[in-house]
């Protein structure tokens, strides 16, 4: 079941500069995508549309048949609250609340009740091993274990779609493993992921993997029955063909 769909979508920030040129995009309920491509080739720009923290110039943008460019910029934080999950390289946790309250607020502002809340966590925090850091506050933790917080926030709305943005970015090889190891787990559980990276090791565990070049998705990997590794070498291709004059045949 077709979950996102981008048809013909632009944007551009002046008369000049079209950073996104003609975005074509299909996600499935359940598919876990990377996108990739060199800075400024509008990785960004098209996450943020989707998040409905931008609009399109043109083009359409509809979330399970939603249209996107008809929320009004009152009705987006709500829309994002109930709808998205969010996960970025800075775990953007508030010092001033525990993990635990850190998980909850995007409940708190949905007016969940309270006992929704702590159904919803029980389980959550046991499948990421955080049980032990929901009354410690941010600044006592590691970042791979705030990491994992931020993710538990993400999640707890059991969101439609998870947007990451660089989610390893400031993690150590250690840490980075065991949360592509746990999107790949939330991914089998049935939870749909659009990925940001730069990384062909975090692109290696999705099902698909997208190329953005000057605004336009400029090549496309399927995993299929690929081992992890073999996927991983392809995409290393990939991103060596994107930097190269002549670019993927």
């Known amino acids: 079941m077709e979950i996102l769909n981008l048809k013909h979508v632009t944007k551009s920030f002046d008369k000049k500069t079209k950073v996104l040129k003609d975005i074509n995009l299909k996600v499935e309920k359940g598919e876990y995508v990377a996108i990739m491509g060199e800075s400024g080739a509008g990785k960004s720009t098209l996450l943020n549309i989707i998040a409905t923290l931008d609009k399109a110039t043109s083009g359409d943008v509809s979330l399970n048949g939603f249209d996107l460019n008809k929320l009004k910029e009152s009705q987006a934080a709500k829309f994002r609250r109930s709808h998205l999950g969010f996960v970025f390289q800075h775990f953007n946790l508030l010092d001033t609340l525990n993990n635990r ?139 060596t063909a994107l930097t190269t004059e002549g670019g993927i045949n």
């Open 101 to 239: 309250d850190n998980i909850y607020l995007p409940l708190v502002l949905n007016k969940a009740k309270h006992q929704e809340m702590a159904q919803r966590i029980e389980p959550l925090a046991k499948q990421l091993e955080i049980e032990d850091l929901l009354e410690r506050y941010p600044y006592e933790i590691s970042g791979g274990q705030a990491q994992r917080i931020a993710v538990a926030r993400a999640l707890i709305t059991q969101p439609d779609l998870l947007l990451a943005d660089e989610p390893t970015g400031a993690l150590d090889s250690q840490n980075t493993k065991r949360l592509l190891d746990l999107f790949a787990k939330v991914n089998n559980d049935g939870q749909t992921i659009l990925m940001v990276t730069h990384s062909a090791l975090s692109a290696s565990y999705s099902k698909r993997t997208l190329f953005i070049k000057d605004g336009l998705i400029y090549h496309e990997l399927y995993r299929g029955d690929l081992s992890q590794q073999e996927y991983m070498h392809k995409i290393t291709e990939g991103l």
